[in-house]
């Protein structure tokens, strides 16, 4: 079994482990995020949430933050994610469908299952942080 399971980050009770390789390395990150924002641009059922966002930013933001969690050699230097998403009462279908664009874009590039159910989980981990608004789905 591997040793991994035996760590636990204090935050997010899950075991720290390192999938960086299954992502194509940092520029395989950057080119999965071009991916991603584009079918989220692409999404109508959230694009018009970044209708006034410098969309250069978030994909640097975005590449430092998922490369740093899929444990690549990346610092993470954004706003927290309260902060970036204060007042965009971003609703828990809004953060599934983004999930939805973000597992197309994985399937995409071929990433292995275990590499995009880590990153998966690592994201949902940031959930409470994010949606801050009920919608018609609650
Ligand atoms: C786990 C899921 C998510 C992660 C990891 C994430 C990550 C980020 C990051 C790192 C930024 C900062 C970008 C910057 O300041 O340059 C950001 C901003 C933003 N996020 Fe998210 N986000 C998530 C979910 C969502 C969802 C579900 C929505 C709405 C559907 C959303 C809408 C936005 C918008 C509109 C901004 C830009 C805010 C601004 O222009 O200041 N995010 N997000």
Redesign the pocket.
Known sequence: APSAASVQRADIKMPIQNHIDAFGGKSGVKALINTFVGY?AADPH?NY??????IK??K???T???CEVVGGPCT?T??T?TA??KG?H??TA??????QD?IKAMDQRDIVKPAQNYLLA???A??PQ??TANGPLG
């Open positions: 989220v959230i949430y970044f209708a006034h966002t410098n930013a978030l640097y933001n975005l430092q933050q998922v993470y954004g706003p994610m970036a998403h965009l971003v609703t809004a953060f599934n469908y983004l999930a973000m690592q994201l949902a940031m959930e994010i949606v």
